[in-house]
């Protein structure tokens, strides 16, 4: 791995029209039951304009910005090598339907343990107002010949 990639900044990822039936989809997948994520009324009852995305729907924006990054040709990453070591979010506010989501990557560290590799992408997240929504941290573990 390319131990140059920290501190490297990649470009804004095209933006990401949050959708409700997406949201739903993702509510359903992860067992969230509170109301807000599934019923437009009950959310808009809450004082939001749509349904409400659980708090790791990030993951869902994260994944073009990380995409960037394993498509980066002198990354040095085998994603075939990689395993998910840590995720982590910090909210400014929650995700709702109709939101336009901007990500832009930092690689924040990167580490070698032994044969192994670690980096760790930083992916803030703004809406359409460039106003910060969350940040998704992923570690992400490559696994170096034994």
Same mark, same amino acid.
Not at 7 to 17: I, K, Q
């Given at each position: 791995?390319?131990?140059?990639?920290?501190?490297?900044?990649?470009?804004?990822?095209?933006?990401?029209?949050?959708?409700?039936?997406?949201?739903?989809?993702?509510?359903?997948?992860?067992?969230?039951?509170?109301?807000?994520?599934?019923?437009?009324?009950?959310?808009? =009852?809450?004082?939001?304009?749509?349904?409400? %995305?659980?708090?790791? &729907? *990030?993951? $869902? /924006?994260?994944?073009?910005?990380? =995409?960037q990054l394993l498509a980066e040709p002198d %990354?040095?990453?085998? &994603? *075939?090598? $990689? /395993?998910?070591?840590?995720?982590?979010?910090?909210?400014?506010?929650?995700?709702? %339907?109709?939101?336009l989501l901007t990500a832009t990557l930092t690689?924040?560290?990167?580490?070698?343990?032994?044969?192994?590799?670690?980096?760790?992408?930083?992916?803030?997240?703004?809406?359409?107002?460039?106003?910060?929504?969350?940040?998704?941290?992923?570690?992400?573990?490559?696994?170096?010949?034994?």
């Amino acid at each position: 791995m390319n131990p140059e990639l920290q501190g490297r900044v990649f470009p804004p990822a095209e933006p990401y029209l949050v959708g409700r039936e997406k949201v739903r989809e993702f509510a359903r997948a992860v067992f969230a039951t509170n109301p807000i994520n599934l019923d437009v009324d009950a959310a808009q =009852a809450a004082g939001y304009a749509d349904v409400v %995305a659980p708090p790791t &729907f *990030a993951v $869902v /924006v994260q994944e073009h910005t990380l =995409a960037q990054l394993l498509a980066e040709p002198d %990354a040095g990453i085998d &994603f *075939a090598r $990689v /395993v998910h070591g840590d995720q982590r979010f910090t909210s400014s506010r929650a995700i709702v %339907a109709g939101d336009l989501l901007t990500a832009t990557l930092t690689v924040a560290s990167v580490k070698t343990l032994g044969p192994h590799s670690m980096v760790t992408a930083e992916s803030a997240i703004t809406d359409a107002a460039g106003e910060h929504v969350v940040t998704a941290i992923s570690t992400l573990v490559v696994r170096g010949d034994e």
